[in-house]
């Protein structure tokens, strides 16, 4: 079993920064991949980064490159996503999520293991 806490969503202006944590207890962190994804009102949890055991491979959704940068700290167990040049189209909840069975980044929520609770995001125009 693998417990995830997410924080530091908000209510921001478009072109600000938020910077979301999660972190683990339960299990070997460093073992895992990690990924966040969102779902907004009406539709279906979408992929928006991921990031490898040790890592050093990353994974992003073509509308959030150049503007998010996930990383992790497996001393504390913890994967952070950076959140630049925020974007009205970017208001969602924010889900982190564990894959146990590492096999190359994966984008689909249904190879995700355990969830946290998310964290709400919303970005006014």
């Known amino acids: 079993q693998v417990q995830l806490v997410e924080s530091g969503g908000g209510v921001v202006q478009s072109g600000s920064s938020l910077r979301l944590s999660c972190t683990a207890s339960?299990?070997?962190?460093?073992?895992?991949?990690m990924g966040w994804f969102r779902q907004a009102p009406g539709k279906e949890r979408e992929f928006v980064t991921a990031i490898s055991p040790s890592g050093g491979r990353t994974d992003y959704t073509d509308s959030v490159k150049g503007r998010f940068t996930i990383s992790r700290d497996n001393a504390k167990s913890t994967v952070i996503l950076q959140m630049n040049s925020l974007r009205p189209e970017d208001t969602a909840v924010y889900y982190c999520g564990v894959n146990i069975d590492y096999r190359g980044l994966l984008r689909s929520p249904r190879e995700y293991n355990y969830w946290g609770q998310g964290t709400q995001v919303t970005v006014s125009s």
């Open positions: 339960g299990r070997t962190f460093s073992s895992y991949a």
